[in-house]
């Protein structure tokens, strides 16, 4: 049987995160090659720099429960980066393409702000304040990342809304509905 006790738990969690932030440091720097912005191009970069600091937290929270530093396969992260690459490999251009990309990544950082709050919980219950800490730190970047990508969002967005240059794949023109389509859509209101 396995042990089934908390602490093999945050054990579980945090080889899965391990493996989860492994995967990212692979798939960041294809991500940030895709993307028309500038601006998101910058994001992903420093992102990557800081996965790569959550890689080495989670190897110091490794050596602080005394356990090897391991990645267990998380398969929720490979589907998230899945749809992500079929996102980069939809045909899609510019502001949309870029919009595909934000919403992808953040699917990835409400994954990781996930993981990071139930392990960073449990090692607070099992009383590993530096385990707790080194969590903490990267739940606050996390989020600060979704946040920022948010923002990056409302510009992307708008260009994306007013982009009719992007390719869209199934025929999709990318063009706004022309005020007759938008009424025959509308539901009635009786």
């Not at 932030?21 to 191009?41: C, G, H, Y």
């Not at 045909?91 to 702000?113: M, N, R, S, T």
């Not at 993981?115 to 919980?121: C, E």
């Not at 600060?144 to 990056?152: H, R, T």
């Amino acid at each position: 049987m396995k042990d089934a006790t908390l602490h093999s738990l945050l054990v579980e969690q945090l080889r899965d995160m391990y493996h989860m932030e492994r995967q990212l440091v692979r798939a960041l720097p294809q991500v940030a090659r895709a993307a028309a912005s500038p601006d998101l191009q910058s994001a992903l970069a420093d992102h990557l720099e800081q996965t790569h600091e959550h890689v080495r937290r989670l190897e110091e929270a490794f050596e602080e429960l005394d356990v090897a530093a391991k990645g267990k396969t998380c398969v929720g992260m490979q589907a998230i980066l899945e749809e992500g690459k079929e996102v980069l490999e939809s045909g899609w251009e510019g502001p949309v393409l870029d919009a595909g990309i934000i919403a992808a990544c953040q699917k990835v950082e409400h994954d990781e702000i996930a993981a990071y709050r139930a392990a960073h919980a449990h090692a607070v219950v099992l009383g590993f304040p530096v385990v707790a800490s080194l969590l903490e730190e990267t739940l606050g970047e996390e989020k600060a990342a979704d946040a920022g990508l948010n923002e990056l969002a409302q510009t992307v967005n708008r260009e994306a809304a007013s982009d009719t240059v992007g390719a869209a794949p199934e025929g999709r023109t990318g063009e706004k509905p022309r005020a007759a389509d938008r009424t025959a859509k509308a539901p009635s209101s009786r």
